[in-house]
């Protein structure tokens, strides 16, 4: 392994993020502090609770789930369309270093980034609303598992895409609706029997329940089930980017 | 050891490479590149130069022949063989945010060695940069972003550099520059291979050159042999009064008369067994024409190089 490529990438995108500190980090920890306000304070205090947790607190798990599944593909989908984009890329190409250490060093960066900025609105969120952690360890297992699978799919989006703008439509058209209709404001018990089976195809949906029940105890559906589909998401990641590096598309010729 | 029976740097065995939709780049290259060699590689836009890089380097994906840096596969051993091999790229492509300093050592650990602030100063006096090492990659000039990239390639102690089109839209005072920053190289000992269609460049700074056209390498040779074997040279003698017609009795020699009639251009073979020059004089003088100067001109590898293109095609 050289190790050496590793911490070479990873620093590298860390140093960035830290260079453009108020688009990484200040950014989301503003908007997610928003709607904390917005639907945990001003609305939140006339709804009802939903099983058995106030609605503030309900959505802190949805909307940490938000910012860090919004913020991991576009994290990783930067890193490394940016050096294909500039040219750069040539570096990492041409250097001894293997697909685990590239993926390694870009995505590893990407998800530390979404996990901080994850455990930044999180400590945010007790500014605005009372709530406890059941499960710190499988919150933190989550949190983990969560920002490493969707940095995996930035980074397949990030040398798919051809431009800036088709960096921006997975997470926009695809991440943020699913993210919205996988339980981040309510459960799905609250919906028509229809449209809660229908979430039940969102995968989304078993991130965020297996995140919330970390908290609460509660969730939509088991926690097994939830961890059982994220490890299942990693796991294609991961082979579309064996996939991508066995045949160089995009990227050699 | 002598250089016949010593390990090549660089070894590339029937090379060949088709991308997809079928087009040809490289069709069967074999070449080797001795320990310390600067080697230019010659080609018009398109020969397949850059294509032969890229596959040495790993930026393109060898299916069809072999290639070793040291006795290294860049392909079952890629670790080992690019660990050895420094690329400055065509394209001036910094990372516009990062300084001088960072780029270097980023460059440094990317290809496995560890940090050493004493190596990349080194570098950076050597290529006059150390002076600009905190300033930002997008403040520095042209020419100073491309000695960045030579310090890039060079931060981890490369035995071969390849330097591709080095001087490609340069003005000529860089040009000249970059030719003296790989005089230094050669004082290293380090093996450079550049690609160029400038037969200027290759000719002030390597020792062989090869000739690519259309994907196959049509001919490698020492630079000097190169141009003792293929050069031509041209006598012109210049006439004391115009000469309305070349003689008849010089009929079978390969002359040319000026349109002003005040000189005559006489084309030959510097390796012919026989030049025909002191017979053309002695001919010259019989015939009456009396001339006041002569003049030689060796034929420049530009025209060699033209020739052996055009031959090619």
């Known amino acids: ?253 | 050891m002598s250089e016949t029976t010593q390990k090549p740097i660089l070894s590339i065995e029937n090379v060949s490479k088709t991308y997809e939709g079928g087009y040809k780049a490289l069709k069967n290259v074999d070449l080797t590149i001795q320990k310390g060699e600067i080697f230019a590689l010659l080609g018009p836009n398109g020969a397949g130069k850059t294509t032969l890089i890229s596959l040495i380097c790993g930026l393109a994906r060898l299916n069809e022949g072999r290639i070793t840096v040291d006795g290294h596969d860049v392909k079952s051993e890629f670790y080992k063989a690019r660990g050895k091999i420094g690329l400055v790229p065509q394209e001036l492509t910094t990372d516009a945010f990062e300084s001088v300093w960072n780029t270097v050592s980023f460059s440094r650990g990317l290809f496995g060695k560890p940090k050493d602030p004493t190596v990349i100063e080194r570098v950076l006096k050597s290529l006059a940069l150390y002076e600009k090492r905190d300033n930002k990659l997008r403040t520095l000039s042209g020419g100073m972003k491309r000695r960045v990239l030579i310090a890039k390639a060079l931060a981890h102690e490369p035995e071969v550099l390849f330097l591709d089109e080095p001087t490609a839209g340069v003005d000529v005072a860089l040009r000249r520059e970059m030719w003296n920053v790989v005089a230094d190289l050669r004082q290293t000992g380090v093996t450079v291979i550049l690609t160029t269609h400038y037969i200027e460049e290759a000719e002030m700074m390597a020792d062989r050159i090869g000739v690519i056209s259309k994907g196959e390498l049509i001919l490698v040779e020492d630079k000097n042999e190169l141009m003792r074997k293929l050069g031509h040279k041209e006598l012109t003698i210049v006439l004391q009064e115009p000469l309305q017609a070349i003689p008849d009795n010089l009929s079978h020699y390969d002359l040319q008369l000026a349109e002003d009639r005040m000189s005559l251009t006489y084309s030959y073979d510097t390796h012919a067994e026989r030049t025909g020059i002191a017979t053309l004089m002695r001919l010259l003088a019989e015939d009456g024409v009396r001339f006041r100067d002569i003049v030689t001109k060796q034929s420049s590898l530009e025209e060699i190089f033209v020739g052996l293109v055009e031959d090619g095609q």
């Open chain 1, 1 to 253: 392994m050289n190790w050496h490529a590793v911490k070479a990438i990873y620093m590298f995108e860390i140093n960035r993020a830290i260079r453009t500190i108020g688009q990484s980090i200040v950014s989301p920890v503003l908007s997610t502090s928003l709607y904390f306000i917005v639907f945990g304070a001003a609305i939140g205090s006339r709804i009802n609770q939903i099983d058995g947790v106030d609605y503030g607190a309900f959505i802190v798990p949805g909307l940490i789930m938000l910012q860090l599944l919004t913020q991991s593909i576009s994290n990783a989908a930067f890193g490394i369309y940016f050096p294909r984009f500039a040219g750069t890329i040539y570096e990492v190409l041409s250097a001894p270093v293997s697909a685990v250490e590239i993926v390694l060093g870009f995505v590893g960066a990407a998800a530390t980034k979404s996990i901080m900025i994850g455990l930044i609105i999180l400590a945010t969120a007790t500014l605005f609303v009372d709530f406890e952690i059941a499960h710190p360890i499988w919150m933190l297992l989550f949190l983990v598992l969560t920002g490493f699978t969707f940095s995996l799919l930035g980074f397949i989006i990030g040398i798919w895409a051809d431009g800036f703008e088709q960096l921006q439509l997975v997470p926009l058209l695809v991440v943020t609706p699913l993210t919205f209709l996988g339980g981040t404001f309510y459960s799905i018990d609250m919906l028509p029997d229809f449209w809660r089976d229908v979430s039940l195809l969102n995968p989304v949906l078993y991130l965020v329940s297996g995140f919330r029940w970390a908290f609460y105890e509660a969730s939509d559906v088991s926690i097994f089930v939830s961890l059982s589909m994220t490890l299942a998401f990693m796991a294609i990641a991961m082979t579309a980017i064996w996939w991508i590096f066995k045949t160089g598309w995009r990227i050699k010729p």
